[in-house]
């Protein structure tokens, strides 16, 4: 493992250089995505690959996106398909993932895909990390930048809180956008299903394809392993839906209501989703436990309510 200190790095073209640099010689790098800041490592590299696992203490081999710079490069990978195409042209750059079957000349770790015969790809939208996977020109396996089970990190600061030392650099380029992880779509199978609800709603991906997404519990659950229960989980319990704190909580509020922080005082979906874990960070190192106001389950609420459902599950 890294031992050294993290070396921070800005966005400018020379510290991409040396971002890119230090991917390829294998070492493990964290960029800012417009989703969360992932953790980089050469997808092309099976050690690379196995020091995020170490790194991050993931206890199994879960599969990891494949970030890649445009859809050339992707169909380098993975067998296209007219759907890929359809989506990739509605949503790409941006936050959604693909889930494609492999190409038989891939050259990608399988530590990446945890042995599966397919693999998740995507293109950021974010500027920094486009120009950073341009100048690797392979792909980039990143999980999200944060200690397993743990918040997922939206700035610089959250992925040098939680693994400062066990990294080579971090790419600082301010916070995250969306801040929700990309949703997941699977098109290995006869029907597009919706393997993790995300920053692009699912909605819309259904207004573009014509149709329903299937719905992953609706599907064997082999195709997505590795989606624990408990994630994103403060130091302290959650509790959902309350309208006001109890004594010793502190509230994370939606819409105009009296509380410590408030996800969105407009209810606005995309304004609490962008807040969402940097609250999250906020509340959590004041070691208290935390609750939380009910969220609306349409739109980007989907994937706002399944990382608080995943925050507030039992540990174990
Ligand atoms: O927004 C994001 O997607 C961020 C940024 C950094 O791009 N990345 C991210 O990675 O959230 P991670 O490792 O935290 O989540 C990847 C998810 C896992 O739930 C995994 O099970 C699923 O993708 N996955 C990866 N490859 C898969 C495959 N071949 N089939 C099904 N699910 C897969
Ligand atoms: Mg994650």
């Given at each position: 493992m890294h031992k050294k200190n993290t070396q921070i790095l800005s966005s400018e073209e020379?510290?991409?250089?040396?971002?890119?640099?230090?991917l390829l010689a294998g070492q493990l790098v964290a960029f800012p995505t417009e989703t969360v800041y992932g953790l980089g490592a050469d997808a092309?590299?099976?050690?690379?690959?196995?020091?995020?696992?170490?790194?991050?203490?993931?206890?199994?081999?879960?599969?990891?996106?494949?970030?890649?710079?445009?859809?050339?490069?992707?169909?380098?990978?993975?067998?296209?398909?007219?759907?890929?195409?359809?989506?990739?042209?509605?949503?790409?750059?941006?936050?959604?993932?693909?889930?494609?079957?492999?190409?038989?000349?891939?050259?990608?770790?399988?530590?990446?895909?945890a042995g599966l015969d397919t693999l998740a790809?995507?293109?950021?939208?974010?500027?920094?990390?486009?120009?950073?996977?341009?100048?690797?020109?392979?792909?980039?396996?990143?999980?999200?930048a944060n200690p397993s089970g743990r918040i997922s990190p939206t700035t610089a600061a959250h992925v040098s809180a939680g693994l400062n030392g066990r990294i080579a650099a971090i790419v600082d380029d301010g916070a995250c956008g969306v801040g929700l992880e990309s949703t997941i779509v699977g098109l290995a199978t006869p029907q597009p299903i919706l393997l993790r609800p995300g920053g692009l709603a699912a909605e819309e991906i259904e207004a573009v394809l014509g149709h329903p997404l299937m719905q992953r519990d609706a599907h064997d659950a082999l195709t997505a392993p590795g989606q624990l229960l408990s994630h994103y989980a403060p130091n302290e319990q959650v509790r959902l839906n309350a309208t006001q704190a109890k004594a010793g909580e502190l509230m994370l509020g939606f819409g105009?209501?009296?509380?410590?922080?408030?996800?969105?005082?407009?209810?606005?979906?995309?304004?609490?989703?962008?807040?969402?874990?940097?609250?999250?960070?906020?509340?959590?190192?004041?070691?208290?436990?935390?609750?939380?106001?009910?969220?609306?389950?349409?739109?980007?609420?989907?994937?706002?309510?399944?990382?608080?459902?995943?925050?507030?599950?039992p540990r174990d």
């Amino acid at each position: 493992m890294h031992k050294k200190n993290t070396q921070i790095l800005s966005s400018e073209e020379h510290d991409l250089d040396q971002a890119a640099t230090l991917l390829l010689a294998g070492q493990l790098v964290a960029f800012p995505t417009e989703t969360v800041y992932g953790l980089g490592a050469d997808a092309r590299q099976g050690q690379a690959v196995a020091a995020v696992y170490e790194a991050k203490g993931r206890p199994s081999f879960n599969p990891l996106i494949a970030h890649l710079p445009s859809i050339d490069a992707a169909q380098r990978y993975v067998q296209w398909s007219a759907q890929a195409q359809t989506l990739a042209d509605a949503f790409w750059p941006g936050p959604l993932t693909l889930v494609l079957p492999l190409r038989q000349d891939h050259g990608i770790s399988p530590l990446v895909t945890a042995g599966l015969d397919t693999l998740a790809v995507r293109i950021p939208a974010h500027p920094t990390a486009h120009k950073l996977l341009a100048l690797v020109d392979g792909p980039v396996a990143a999980p999200s930048a944060n200690p397993s089970g743990r918040i997922s990190p939206t700035t610089a600061a959250h992925v040098s809180a939680g693994l400062n030392g066990r990294i080579a650099a971090i790419v600082d380029d301010g916070a995250c956008g969306v801040g929700l992880e990309s949703t997941i779509v699977g098109l290995a199978t006869p029907q597009p299903i919706l393997l993790r609800p995300g920053g692009l709603a699912a909605e819309e991906i259904e207004a573009v394809l014509g149709h329903p997404l299937m719905q992953r519990d609706a599907h064997d659950a082999l195709t997505a392993p590795g989606q624990l229960l408990s994630h994103y989980a403060p130091n302290e319990q959650v509790r959902l839906n309350a309208t006001q704190a109890k004594a010793g909580e502190l509230m994370l509020g939606f819409g105009a209501m009296a509380c410590d922080l408030n996800l969105s005082e407009a209810g606005d979906l995309a304004e609490a989703a962008a807040n969402l874990f940097g609250h999250l960070h906020q509340l959590d190192a004041l070691n208290k436990p935390i609750a939380v106001a009910p969220v609306p389950t349409h739109g980007l609420g989907v994937a706002i309510n399944d990382r608080l459902h995943r925050a507030a599950a039992p540990r174990d």
